[in-house]
Structures are given as C-alpha cells and as structure tokens.
C-alpha cells in the first residue's frame, strides 16, 4: 500500500517563508511526477507546482519567482519553499504523485492535505 505524507503546514506572516514535504511511502517501484495543490473553501483545487522525475519544473503564474518545488528522489520525497508568502496563498496545500507499485500500473496518489495560512 501507497501513502503520501505531508509534513505540517502553519501560520505565517505575510512576506515570511515556509517549507512543506511530502513523503511517498509503500511498495513503491517508481514514481514519476510530483506536485502540489491548493485549495480553498468554494474553490477548486489548483495545480500549484510541477516537478518531473527528471526535475524539471513548471508553476501556476501567481507563485512564479516566490515557490520553489523539489525532490529527492533517494528518499521519495517532495518539497514546496515558499517564500514571499502572501494572504492569498492561504489554502489547504495537497500533494500529488505519479506512482507505480510492485505489481500495479502508474496511478495517483494524494496526501492528506496542510493548512498554510498568511497572516496581513
């Protein structure tokens, strides 16, 4: 069995950092790529960042410049730096990810889901 794990989440203030991860755990046999999400109440979740197992990257034009996804593939773990933190980027963060299990295709899996919330 596969589980996402996110670390826990915070209050900040606005124009402070914070740093989340997401451990993959399980059976896994490979994963492939690895994002995070946000939401918030009466909105669709959105796709916040993107890394591919060969590390490139992609992001939603808001966090351009401010959020920074990494992995560490050794250890199936994603990472979400934020820096700039603004009170619109207060949202429920989930992280998603690409996995193969021994004896399964490629299917998605998602973390429970941390509270971010910027403080004005």
């Known amino acids: 069995q596969v589980q996402l794990v996110e670390s826990a989440g915070g209050l900040v203030q606005a124009g402070g950092s914070l740093r989340l991860s997401c451990a993959a755990s399980g059976s896994i046999f490979s994963i492939n790529d690895m994002r995070w999400y946000r939401q918030v109440p009466g909105k669709q979740r959105e796709l916040v960042a993107r890394i591919t197992s060969g590390g490139r990257t992609n992001y939603q034009d808001s966090v351009k410049g401010r959020f920074t996804i990494s992995r560490d593939n050794a250890k199936n773990t994603v990472y979400l730096q934020m820096n700039s933190l603004k009170p619109e980027d207060t949202a429920v963060y989930y992280c998603?990810?690409?996995?193969?299990?021994?004896?399964?295709?490629?299917?998605?899996?998602w973390g429970q889901g941390t509270q971010v919330t910027v403080s004005s």
């Open positions: 998603n990810a690409d996995i193969r299990a021994y004896g399964l295709g490629y299917q998605g899996y």
